[in-house]
């Protein structure tokens, strides 16, 4: 695909020294990859024209964070209407949400969002309320199979997700299938709904029926965190951050079903960008240990990863799942122990795949480390 020139979105970065926000107007080379940014406020060159190490297209959409130069911005708006046409419909986005029957078979519905093509942008397992079911499907409240619809909502866990391609409400609704579990089984075998839905109501997954409901159904889900409460136990639990570099290659729902497999529970899971500050507070314990820390920190901060509780193995959970995670060199664990998750998603040493909780006493303070300090 040959891109046209330049595109322009608005920045923000947070300047932790001054507590402040700063806008940018920052431009987009696409013919050699480099960006160029204003200083909006004080109308001036802030970064002269130059490459910008790994940034790709694929990293500029709305909502989206990249790193430059070691600040991480995010991208907030389209900075003209050049920009806003062009990428609009390509960066697509809409709600993806699974059902409370589905959540046991996430990894393998996360594994066919990949393979589908769309990128998640942003992940969270809650559970909703009764009156939170009632809210996000408002505009069934006359029909007969509302009541059902909303008690089957309220009885467990669901994840919503956001995810972006082009053409991504009409993809996503494709991959789903049929509203109708059994309809889906005969007319699309191979959608969603067809290998995990039971019925009409307990269908698997929820997909965004137009644009603009795709823009308010992730508003109801990722522009107000605070309203809703992750499912962490915190207790007889290890941590497991997939990292950003397996999430890139597409491996997270693969990783995510050997889990399962291996007997484990997944209690908690949600998406997170961690800053390059929160990196290096996670893996504190590192510092001065592993030689290795500064590139594990920047691959922590380079992308989006999922953070997972563990849980399944009572008090040897922490203990059976860093066995199961392998050794931290993934070139040793596929001579060693080649079954480990390591030894097949892992591609060196710091692109290992998976961080897992190393110290029993640890398990804890990470699981809170994401789930109540980053979380809220
Ligand atoms: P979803 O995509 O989440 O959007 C609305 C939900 O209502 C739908 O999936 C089903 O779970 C449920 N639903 C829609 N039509 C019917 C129906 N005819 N009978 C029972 N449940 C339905």
Redesign the pocket.
Known sequence: MSLPERYAFIAEWYDQNAAIMRSYQLLYYASDNTVEMYDIKNRRIFLKRSKVENLCFEDLFIGGTINVHSRQLNLVEYADEFTKKQLSSKKEKTLAMIKPDAVAKFGAIIDMIYRGGFLIVNAKMTKLSRKDAEEF?QE?VQRP?FDN?VRFMASGPSIAMELMSNSAVTEWRRLLGP?DSSMARSEAPNSVRAKFGTD??R?AC??SDAVATGQRETSFFFAAPGRWKNTAKFSESSCCVIKPSAVLEGNAGQIMMAIKEAGFEVSALQMFHLEKANAEEFFEVYKGVVAEFTEMVQELCSGPCFALEITGKGPNTANDFREFVGPADPEIARTLRPNTLRAKFGLNKIKNAIHCTDLPEDCQLEVEYFFRILAE
């Open positions: 499907y069934h199979f619809l509203t009409q109501t269908n929820h997909g």
